[in-house]
């Protein structure tokens, strides 16, 4: 490890201030601060310090993000060579969807991380890290077959006007991902959805529906058996199809304390209420759906694991997260079986409360300092009934 | 009083003012945020966004003039209805004359010439400015704030036609090419959000470069 503080410390007056490489900076400190936690002090206020900084959170969560990327690497060779009726090993399939996920996770980092650089460093902070998240969460809710270029204006869009332009990391409204996929969602809408883009190179006469689009079609006799679904052998985003992978992201969310179990679990109890309450009007075949169909199609899972936890925009207070997190549930399950225009509901139902979450919070706290105050004075009251007596 | 009217230039610095600064740092739009409704709804294409402009320029600049002409006459507690009077006369000769000359653009505008008469550039410049100033600077005033409104209208426009659809006044300007190489037309220019996204990032550029609009 000496040798990398080595080089480092060489290279460092380069890149300060008046030297040579002074433009770089903020580039520089990014990687320094990479390998090693930061010496500075906090100089006033809180002085509670953790080594868990921002930058070894986003990596934990880019941990749990793993298995679903490698599932879903595996799972697109898959989908390619099942829809051309060929029947070829292992490697050949991680080799096939690993020649189509790699490009797109690649683009994604170097135009989001591009563009946080350049940020940084006109506006002279560090760089933030939010970024190794988003970049990795953008290729996990894309269809495979998306064209890079569309990857990369996503991106741009997502980093720049879905954060840049509020202040950066910690300050958005939406989640970055999110936003990229539902700009391509509403921009490019024939490489976005349909049953053509959710396996790579498909063979023409071979279906490629989702379950969510046989649904929507009124096909469920289609649907591939609850095991499948479970695992992930189905047509979809690169991510989100196996459940065991987004589960096992779950955990290592859960132990390490980054992620909000309320805010996971109230997104499914949100669910199962919308999905029963469905069940009871059952005016249609999709109505009558078992609820537990609904978590293990789509992008429900993977959601509300890695996205409607993003501590950044859900709900900060405890009850908040509550509320927040049952009315994605329960919004999501409405898109999906209500709108015919909307096979999936997670993101926007995501969005949505993205952008109510500051809301619930000031009703929440507001709340809170009402039921106090009240308090407070019922024990004002009582003070003076008792000096009375 | 009146030898001053007699004394100063039709387009004195001061007369100029009343132009440029619709245009740029007192732009009704970007800095007074007014107006927004229609520009996210005409602005899907060049044409209707540009008979909206001048719609706009006429209706704002000859109101002026007539609220103007009566300033002195009107009670202040009946002002808002007679100013609507006004515009509502001045809109539905716009209204006629595009229908008589240019149908077809007059047909995509649909309820939006109508609508100018809520437009609130037009309500906000006659209570601001015609109510107290003579009809040549208020005629001035009318014409730069609806030059500054088309202004915004134009750009936000350009952008969503050529990205959205691919064209510029309906001529296809991005070469065939392109789309045989994979491009395709971005659908979310379409939508009335994007012209949202437009203009804010309009106001983020006219205030990065204009130290005057930050905040401190």
Redesign the interface.
Same mark, same amino acid.
């Given at each position: 490890m000496k040798f990398i503080r080595d080089i480092l410390d060489k290279q460092k007056p380069l890149f300060s201030k008046g030297g040579r490489f002074s433009m770089f900076q903020s580039t520089f400190e990014a990687f320094e601060t990479f390998f090693f936690v930061p010496n500075t002090v906090t100089s006033s206020g809180a002085h509670i310090r953790d080594a868990v900084d921002m930058k070894r959170t986003m990596i934990v969560v880019v941990a749990a993000l793993v298995p679903a990327l490698l599932f879903g690497v595996w799972n697109t060779g898959y989908q390619h060579f099942l829809s051309l009726g060929e029947s070829v090993g292992f490697w050949q399939m991680v080799g096939f969807g690993a020649l189509k996920v790699l490009p797109i996770l690649i683009v994604s980092y170097v135009v989001g991380l591009g563009i946080e650089f350049a940020f940084a460093q006109i506006r002279h902070h560090e760089v933030n890290e939010g970024f190794l998240v988003s970049g990795i969460l953008i290729p996990l809710v894309l269809p495979p077959d998306i064209p890079l270029w569309m990857v990369a204006v996503a991106t741009a869009f997502a980093v720049i006007i879905g954060k840049e332009v509020f202040g950066g990391t910690g300050m958005n409204i939406m989640n970055p991902a999110l936003t990229a996929r539902a700009f391509l969602f509403f921009a490019y809408p024939s490489s976005m959805s349909g049953d053509n883009v959710w396996i790579a190179e498909k063979a023409d006469a071979y279906s490629g529906a989702t379950p969510l689009g046989n649904l929507l079609n009124n096909n469920s006799g289609d649907l591939p058996n609850l095991w499948d679904m479970f695992i992930g052998i189905i047509p979809g985003s690169i991510g989100e199809t196996s459940k065991i992978a987004i589960l096992l992201g779950a955990v290592i969310l859960l132990i390490t304390g980054i992620a909000s179990a309320r805010i996971m679990i109230s997104v499914f109890v949100g669910g199962t209420v919308m999905g029963l309450l469905f069940n009871l009007i059952g005016a249609n075949e999709y109505m009558q759906l078992p609820f537990y169909y609904h978590f293990l199609m789509g992008g429900f899972m993977f959601g509300a694991v890695f996205m409607a936890t993003d501590p950044v925009t859900a709900a900060q207070t405890p009850k908040g997260k509550l509320i927040y997190g049952f009315l994605i549930g329960m919004f999501a399950i409405l898109i999906r079986v209500l709108n015919p225009a909307y096979p999936e509901g997670m993101m926007l139902a995501i969005l949505l409360m993205n952008v109510f979450a500051p809301l619930i919070d000031y009703y929440v706290v507001g709340a809170n300092i009402n039921r106090r105050e009240k308090r407070a004075k019922k024990a004002i009251a009582i003070q003076i009934n008792e000096t009375k007596i | 009083m009146s030898e001053l009217k007699t004394k100063e230039p039709l387009f004195s610095a001061k007369n100029l003012k009343l132009i440029k600064n619709p245009l740029g740092k007192d732009n009704p739009i970007t800095v007074q945020v007014l107006g927004i409704c229609s520009a996210l709804a005409v602005t899907a294409k060049l044409q209707p966004a540009i008979v909206m402009a001048l719609s706009v320029i006429v209706v704002v600049a000859l109101s002026n003039v007539i609220v103007s002409l009566l300033r002195n006459t009107i009670p202040p507690r009946i002002r808002i209805i007679v100013q609507l009077v006004i515009v509502s006369l001045m809109v539905i000769l716009v209204d006629q004359v595009l229908k008589a000359f240019v149908y077809d653009v007059s047909k995509q505008l649909s309820v939006f010439i109508g609508l100018i008469i809520t437009n609130c550039i037009v309500m906000g410049r006659l209570e601001a400015f015609a109510m107290a100033n003579r009809p040549w600077e208020s005629f001035l005033d009318g014409i730069g704030n609806g030059i500054g409104y088309g202004l915004i209208l134009v750009i936000v426009a350009f952008f969503r036609e050529l990205f959205g659809s691919g064209t510029l006044f309906g001529h296809q300007v991005i070469p065939e090419k392109f789309y045989e190489w *994979?491009?395709?037309n971005? *659908? &979310? &220019?379409i939508?009335p959000p994007m012209a949202l @996204?437009l203009v804010? @990032?309009i106001i983020?550029v006219q205030r990065s470069r204009n130290k005057e609009l930050q905040e401190k």
């Open positions: - | *994979g491009y395709v971005n *659908g &979310f &220019f939508l @996204i804010g @990032i983020w």
